[in-house]
């Protein structure tokens, strides 16, 4: 569905012809140069590259190597080995990187572009996969047979949930991945109409898009683990699989709340990534009249999903432990290297230099015994004991040193190379 909007971003998101000449080339040398010493395997594109859905600007490219079922499915903890060897004799010179998980795959650069080079076994139906990343060529040829005009659609979905970070199912960010963006728009048939459409979610809502399940009750039949997610995707070509179980409820009530704000007032800001900066932060933070803390770190060496978990649970425990100051937003910021930053914003600098501690139903007298030997201040407010605590570090320069040195906090991302407060 064609409109001014999407008119004018199209053209900044969709791959250039000449940026798709260098993809398709560097692709093709790549696999042709494992086919040649790959024996009874074959290795094709996948992913957003072979669908047509890919943004421009994304150099990252999946290589899946397929190897017959029946040969190896009874061996399928071998393929990792198996390619391996194979990239080291087609690329001798090429720095490997080995990526552990359920089935080991590997990382390198080639020709500018970040490849990812995944084994997986050749299936013809879900029901024959040992790993969820056998079935991805299925997922590649059920987006290849949607309509050729969705394709555009598609991008400026992913595009809008890049701009507002609920893009990608890591773990660590929990938002929407392209196949689910792609099954999305395939089923509402336009980037505008599945806005419209998320406008109506209710919690648990089913697509089902190949109605896989022509009574309306795959909540019935999926397995509880896989529907916990605010939204259920039904995977079109495997009716067990839900491929919105990483959503969380988080990234999914953003996705509305931007929802609502772009169909009330378009514009082609909405698909543009904020670009956020110390100076920036601070100056905005300063004209809404708060405070807060932007904090740079370096990360030990270890694997994405693992460190960018490690990232939110720092940012959980920091803002819990400034609740205090009156938290009022934070984020991260990581380009997926050793740098990342958090940033917090709270209403106040200054806590109050005493705080009220809310201890057991006076009924509990075991308890009650044990807060008031614990605390010196105490008395009865609604039938609880309470106790008056005297707080030692009223600013927010000083509780923010302290949380930084807490154990916890150095064993996920050490202490912050530098620490600027507004």
């Known amino acids: 569905m064609k409109t001014a909007i ?48 890919w943004l421009s600007g994304n150099h ?20 990792s080995e198996l390619l391996e060897k194979s990239l ?36 013809q139906k879900a029901e024959q996969a040992v790993n969820i990343t056998d079935v991805s060529p299925l997922h590649t040829r059920w987006v290849r047979k949607q309509p050729a005009e969705i394709k555009d659609e598609i991008l400026l979905a992913k595009q809008f949930c890049r701009a507002h970070d609920f893009y990608g199912a890591e773990s660590y960010i929990g938002g929407f991945s392209g196949y689910v963006l792609e099954i999305l728009v395939s089923y509402y048939g336009s980037f505008e109409k599945l806005l419209w459409a998320a406008l109506k979610w209710k919690k648990n809502e089913v697509i089902d898009i190949e109605k896989k399940y022509p009574q309306k009750n795959a909540l019935f039949h999926l397995n509880q683990s896989k529907i916990r997610s605010p939204l259920i995707v039904i995977d079109p070509v495997d009716k067990n699989r839900n491929a919105a179980a990483a959503l969380t409820e988080e990234k999914w009530s953003r996705f509305q709340k931007k929802a609502q704000e772009y169909l009330k007032k378009p514009a082609a800001a909405f698909f543009e990534k904020k670009q956020i900066t110390t100076e920036i932060w601070k100056t905005e933070v300063s004209a809404r009249g708060h405070h807060g803390a932007w904090m740079d770190f370096t990360l030990p060496a270890g694997k994405e999903d693992v460190l960018g978990m490690k990232i939110v649970k720092v940012l959980d425990v920091i803002q819990k432990e400034l609740a205090p100051f009156t938290v009022l937003s934070s984020n991260w910021i990581w380009d997926k290297s050793s740098k990342a930053s958090l ?11 005493e705080e009220i501690r809310i201890g057991p139903p006076l009924h509990l007298t075991e308890f009650v015994a044990d807060f008031q030997k614990k605390n010196k201040k105490t008395y009865v407010k609604h039938d609880r004991v309470v106790a008056t605590i005297r707080v030692a570090q009223t600013s927010l320069e000083e509780n923010l040193k302290t949380i930084l040195q807490k154990p916890y906090i150095l064993e996920k991302i050490k202490s912050p190379r530098r620490i600027t407060l507004r």
């Not at 190597?65 to 393929?79: E, F, H, I, M, N």
């Not at 940033?343 to 230099?353: G, S």
């Open 343 to 353: 940033y917090v914003e709270v209403k106040t600098d200054r806590r109050p230099a």
């Open 60 to 79: 990252d490219l999946d290589i899946f190597v397929l190897y017959p079922r029946r040969t190896y499915a009874p061996q399928t903890s071998q393929l």
């Open 88 to 123: 080291t004799k087609a690329f001798p010179k090429q720095k490997l990187q080995r990526v552990h998980g359920s089935r080991d795959y590997f990382q390198l650069v080639f020709e500018g572009f970040n490849l990812e080079v995944v084994p997986i076994l050749r299936i």
């Open 6 to 53: 999407s008119q004018t971003v199209i053209p900044f998101i969709k791959p250039t012809p000449d940026e798709q000449k260098r993809v398709s080339a560097a692709t093709k040398k790549f696999i042709t140069k494992l086919n040649a010493v790959l024996k009874d395997a074959h290795a094709v594109l996948g992913g957003s590259g072979a669908k047509g859905t």
